[in-house]
């Protein structure tokens, strides 16, 4: 099969790993995976989106794993399934979900993962862990940092270069120390050397998208670097990317916390279930830095590498020229843009079946009027 082909060279780690022993992914056989699931129990279930269902699972050794079952086969659904076991094939890193292995047998498509027993971030902030605050500070500058090491590993580190495309809290994953993984990988694609970005079909979910990647499908690592912005206030704040202030509109976090910067009102930002339990200085870092990641013109965004060092804040003299970025100067009266969408579109989530640009009405509508000179030279 196609995925064959693809990952039977899967072994092109990072060059910087050469040498090092690697864990290896390997083939498992369906009747495996039904032991090990208990024939995928409902009782075994983690959770299910779009692509299908995710199952808990014990192995013969006693080890633990997550398996990802595709909901139905089709084309477009084997394509997906060979993009995210090569691209997970290919890359090791401790803030990347490792790969255990495989299996396709008939129009059986599944996906094997080390599991994580501290599920995904987005389950703490909005979901069944939200109630009991088990992320204080410390955890969350930590999954910040981690997640940003991971990113900036697929950006400049794995060969060839691999952009994401799909950023947001459910997709980063946490183990049993809460350490960070940035997980699934089914959007991701390869940047050929040389290039700068890549022309696309639109992918993602609403309130995450870089606005030049949702108005002209162009993927480039910097749409990644906008989405990790999103993500980081996410973080801090507790709140959704996308507020929704009434039945007909939404605002993004962005513009949310933007104002709240400029008045140096960074407790504000904080979320209250941290109840003032947190390093004022981080915080207020953390903030800048999402905030200048999430800014529309991609050219003025930070790389990743450049966040992880100021997430870090080991550069007094970084800090200080983030803290003086044009961004965060108060705008003449009127220059204010206005943060709210239409919230047209109870789906947050982009597939192909959406792959028209008039799909994405909300994103569309926040930068329609706020495309980049660069963009601009195209029309």
């Not at 910087?16 to 083939?27: A, V």
């Not at 779009?50 to 990802?68: E, M, N, R, T």
């Not at 394509?79 to 090569?86: A, L, R, S």
């Not at 605002?251 to 004022?280: C, H, K, Q, T």
Request: glycine share 8%; hydrophobic share 35%.
């Amino acid at each position: 099969m196609a995925f064959c082909s693809m990952i039977c060279c899967g072994k092109g780690f990072d060059r910087n790993d050469s040498g090092k022993k690697q864990p290896m992914w390997r083939i498992f056989s369906l009747k495996e995976l039904h032991s090990a699931t208990n024939n995928f129990n409902y009782d075994n279930k983690l959770g299910e989106g779009g692509f299908g269902s995710v199952y808990w699972g014990q192995l013969w050794d006693g080890s633990q794993i997550a398996v990802k079952r595709l909901k139905v086969w089709s084309n477009k659904a084997e394509v997906e399934f060979g993009v995210e076991v090569e691209m997970l094939a290919r890359v090791r890193h401790n803030n990347l979900l490792n790969l255990r292995g495989y299996c396709a047998e008939g129009q059986e498509r599944l996906i094997v993962y080390d599991y994580m027993p501290n599920l995904s971030l987005m389950s703490h902030l909005h979901g069944q862990h939200s109630s009991e605050s088990l992320l204080d500070w410390t955890r969350r500058m930590n999954i910040a940092i981690g997640s940003s090491e991971g990113i900036a590993y697929l950006h400049h580190h794995a060969t060839p270069h691999i952009i994401h495309r799909d950023i947001k809290a459910s997709n980063i994953l946490l183990d049993s120390e809460f350490r960070a993984r940035v997980a699934d990988f089914g959007f991701a694609k390869l940047i050929p050397d040389g290039s700068t970005h890549v022309t696309t079909n639109v992918k993602g979910t609403l309130g995450y998208l870089a606005p030049e990647y949702a108005m002209l499908g162009r993927a480039s690592e910097s749409c990644d670097v906008y989405s990790f912005g999103i993500l980081l206030l996410e973080l801090v704040s507790g709140k959704r990317p996308l507020e929704k202030l009434s039945v007909t509109t939404k605002r993004p976090i962005s513009e949310w916390a933007l104002p709240l910067a400029y008045e140096r009102r960074f407790s504000e930002v904080a979320d209250p279930r941290l109840n003032g339990n947190y390093n004022e200085e981080e915080l207020k870092r953390v903030v800048l830095v999402a905030l200048i990641c999430a800014q529309d013109e991609p050219r003025k965004r930070p790389t990743m590498l450049q966040v992880v060092d100021l997430l870090k804040g080991e550069s007094k003299e970084k800090l200080f020229e983030l803290e003086g970025n044009e961004i965060f100067n108060i705008p003449a009266a009127g220059d204010q843009k206005n943060g709210t969408l239409a919230a047209q579109d109870n789906s947050d989530i982009i597939s192909e079946d959406k792959d028209s640009i008039s799909a994405h009405k909300e994103e569309v509508k926040k930068v329609k009027e706020e495309i980049t000179s660069e963009n601009a030279d195209r029309v």
